[in-house]
């Protein structure tokens, strides 16, 4: 049956309308978002990027695949944030319009390698230099003040073995790459068939890249020794004197723990609200508790000190004789939620949503704890992490390289307990593992706890969102360096270099190109007056 052209031409005619066009490209920008948990579809997230790159392509100028840039980026980071909204409201639209900017040059780049007809060698350009340009934007929006490494393209990759193995040797940062350059290589499958050669290359060349990652880079060496982690999570905990109950529900939980010998027992973040210092009633529990389950119990307090001015957020290990002196106070805090950045500007943003009314402190400095050692062994050296700051892969890295055995994330996401935020963050400790080599743990007040292995891999069950429990794991240790350990962020510095690269040879292209002629003078007939057309 024969299409009507008025048919064919339909979709044409609704992307030349810029409203259309614009709805397109955030509509576009936020598909991403269905490869990370909640819905989990790590597969779609090889073609996810596919509709927004032939969007940017087909851009009529510049100017315009630079909006397609920025609208898809306002999409995206709308999608991956979109469990802020009861917090933030119209401000989490206000945020993404300023982050999407990142993405402007990205559309222009898209345009500039892939628009029209290009030609074989271009294309083969673009499949490299347009994932160095993601790369670049993920570097950019993973500082701090801007949201952090939330929602990296790499860590819908979580579940996957292979892509676990990549982390291992560049990081989360290698996985981006990878998925952005096959996403490139469907893009011109699709819109660029003279091309087809060299985007089959490329994506036979990043599944070699990854099986030969998997086959022969070494794992990390397990020692043979196991350590004993209790994971406590309490559940949620409402009304009046939420953080007592909250604590004597963690107490309650823990001491169920005594016949069975943990290592080590770890509650959630903020699962003291007051210092211990200041209550020695509390600290006098916590130390009874250890010395009836056997164990150090690492908890999170959250409250203002009695030695410091300011509300500080700390991990801080107790044994049988109390608080052992081992202290870590959270350096990297939530904006809005913990801090409110600028806040002499932006401060409006407390009467508009739930952001921080008071700014936490920051700690100095990460510490790596040590606990008891007993039967002939040293003591295990942990390295804990706190909530948010799970997401930064140099903060792992660094208490790898300090000597930590095993690392542990304390967090509480029961603000957004109904949304995908506490499984996508629980995914991230796998991530933080498979990088440094180390197993993780990741403990919750109200889910998603799990525990990692060395290699990534998930060991014993996942405490989801609806339970109240302690669970004790089987942890294997490890040893050895992993590659990333080792060399760090050299895939992002590979990046940058081909972005540098790749601006030089065009800025030299552009040098070399000729001028235009100027236009010819117009002839003149004997009598002096021009010669017009058509005489």
């Known amino acids: 049956m024969r299409i009507p052209v008025g048919r064919r031409e339909q979709p044409t005619r609704l992307l030349s309308s810029p409203w259309w066009r614009g709805a397109a490209a955030v509509a576009a920008g936020a598909l991403p978002a269905l490869a990370f948990p909640d819905p989990g579809l790590w597969w779609f997230a090889y073609v996810a990027l596919v509709p927004w790159l032939l969007l940017a392509r087909t851009a009529p100028t510049a100017r315009r695949a630079a909006l397609d840039g920025w609208l898809g980026g306002t999409g995206f980071v709308i999608a991956v944030h979109h469990w802020l909204m ?40 673009a499949v490299v230099v347009v994932p160095s340009g993601w790369l670049a934007i993920e570097l950019v929006r993973s500082w701090e003040g801007l949201g952090g490494p939330w929602g990296l393209l790499g860590a819908s990759q979580w579940q996957v073995p292979p892509a676990l193995r990549l982390a291992s040797v560049g990081g989360v940062w290698l996985v981006t790459l990878l998925v952005v350059a096959v996403n490139t290589a469907v893009a011109v499958l699709v819109a660029v068939p003279p091309a087809r050669i060299p985007a089959v290359a490329a994506v036979c060349a990043c599944a070699v890249a990854a099986g030969a990652v998997w086959l022969w880079v070494p794992r990390p060496e397990r020692t043979g020794g196991v350590i004993r982690v209790a994971v406590v999570q309490p559940g949620v905990v409402n009304g009046v004197g939420g953080a007592e109950r909250r604590f004597a529900r963690s107490e309650e939980l823990t001491r169920r723990l005594a016949g069975q010998r943990p290592d080590l027992v770890v509650w959630g973040e903020s699962s003291v609200g007051a210092d211990l210092a200041a209550r020695r009633d509390l600290a006098d529990r916590l130390a009874a508790l250890s010395r009836e389950v056997g164990s150090d119990v690492l908890v999170n307090v959250d409250a203002r000190r009695s030695d410091r001015p300011g509300i500080f957020k700390s991990s801080v290990l107790v044994g049988p004789g109390g608080p052992t002196g081992d202290r870590y106070d959270k350096m990297r ?53 706190v909530c948010f700051e799970s997401a930064f892969p140099d903060m792992s890295r660094r208490l790898a390289r300090s000597g930590a055995e095993l690392l542990v994330a304390q967090s509480a996401t029961s603000t957004f307990q109904d949304s995908w935020a506490p499984a996508q963050h629980a995914s991230l400790a796998a991530l933080r593992a498979a990088e440094t080599g180390r197993p993780m743990v990741h403990a919750t007040l109200t889910g998603v706890s799990a525990v990692y292995g060395p290699d990534g891999e998930r060991l014993g069950p996942r405490l989801g969102t609806d339970e109240s429990t302690a669970v004790v794991y089987e942890v294997p240790l490890a040893r050895g360096t992993t590659p990333y350990l080792r060399f760090g962020d050299w895939v992002v510095y590979g990046a940058l270099a081909v972005l540098a690269a790749f601006c030089a040879g065009e800025g030299l292209r552009a040098l070399r190109r000729p001028a235009p002629a100027p236009p010819a003078p117009p002839a003149h007939t004997a009598h002096g007056s021009p010669v017009r057309p058509g005489r």
Do not use: C, I
């Not at 100095?364 to 039967?375: A, I, K, N, S």
């Open 86 to 125: 009861p917090n933030l409201h119209v401000f989490l639209v206000v945020l993404a319009a300023l982050l999407g900017l990142l993405w402007a040059p990205w559309g222009l780049l898209v345009r500039m390698l892939l628009g029209g007809r290009p030609p074989a060698g271009r294309t083969a350009v």
């Open 333 to 385: 805090l939530v904006p809005f939620g913990e801090y409110v950045p600028f806040r002499s500007v932006l401060g409006w943003a407390t009467s508009v949503g739930k952001a921080a009314g008071e700014d936490r402190m920051r700690g100095g400095r990460q510490v790596v704890m040590t606990l008891p050692g007993g039967e002939g062994r040293a003591g295990l050296r942990v390295g804990p992490l």
